[in-house]
T-cell receptor, first 114, second 113 residues
Framework: EPEVTQTPSHQVTQMGQEVILRCVPI?????FYWYRQILGQKVEFLVSFYNNEISEKSEIFDDQFSVERPDGSNFTLKIRSTKLEDSAMYFC????????????FGSGTRLTVV | KQEVTQIPAALSVPEGENLVLNCSFT??????LQWFRQDPGKGLTSLLLIQSSQREQTSGRLNASLDKSSGRSTLYIAASQPGDSATYLC????????????FGSGTRLLVRP
């Protein structure tokens, strides 16, 4: 069964450093997403991406965040200057154009900012 | 603003029991609803997707129902097994131009051998 692949599975970074979280969505999917889950809290939407541009973003997705699909297969989330409160599990998701099968999520990247 | 609530927050049952997890949402204008399973520290595994025009979906021992007018969905697990122990999340997608899923806080299920 096709999977969404995320790397790394766990990243520890110092406050103020830049991090890039990587995702390989399912190959024939057209819509891409990043969500995050702070420990003990709900999964919350960050950004959606379609046709090489952001479709929608949440209030969380401020100027410190950016997304990119650099080569037609990878989908990245960059945090320019990490804060302690960015520590969370970050999930990438994708879906096809029909939305008949729902969203497929990756296994997540646990980001720890120290 | 769409709010999604899941009750109960936690549930502990003996193996073999049939159980029902509840999900409610405040705005009935949804496009679809999806149930996920999350194991501790892991990703989200899709279990069932119900489109707004459907009343239920079944996969193996799982059955999900949707009542849009009352803003409710239930996930029924038959003959529960210890391997079913996980957190179950429901998420709704709105009918407007929003591309996002809105998640509930989940029900943490423990099935005791």
């Amino acid at each position: 069964e096709p999977e969404v692949t995320q790397t790394p599975s766990h990243q520890v970074t110092q406050m103020g450093q830049e991090v890039i979280l990587r995702c390989v969505p399912i190959s024939n999917h057209l819509y891409f997403y990043w969500y995050r889950q702070i420990l003990g809290q709900k999964v919350e939407f960050l950004v959606s991406f379609y046709n090489n541009e952001i479709s929608e973003k949440s209030e969380i997705f401020d100027d410190q965040f950016s997304v990119e699909r650099p080569d037609g297969s990878n989908f990245t989330l960059k945090i320019r200057s990490t804060k302690l409160e960015d520590s969370a599990m970050y999930f990438c998701a994708s879906r096809d154009w029909t939305d008949n099968y729902g969203y497929t999520f990756g296994s997540g990247t646990r980001l720890t900012v120290v | 603003k769409q709010e999604v609530t899941q009750i109960p927050a936690a549930l502990s049952v003996p193996e073999g029991e049939n159980l029902v997890l509840n999900c409610s949402f405040t705005d009935s204008a949804i496009y679809n609803l999806q149930w996920f399973r999350q194991d501790p520290g892991k990703g989200l595994t899709s279990l069932l997707l119900i489109q707004s025009s459907q009343r239920e979906q079944t996969s193996g021992r799982l059955n999900a129902s949707l009542d849009k007018s009352s803003g409710r969905s239930t996930l029924y697990i038959a003959a529960s097994q210890p391997g079913d122990s996980a957190t179950y999340l429901c998420a709704v997608k709105r009918v407007d131009s929003s591309y996002k899923l809105i998640f509930g806080s989940g029900t943490r299920l423990l099935v005791r051998p």
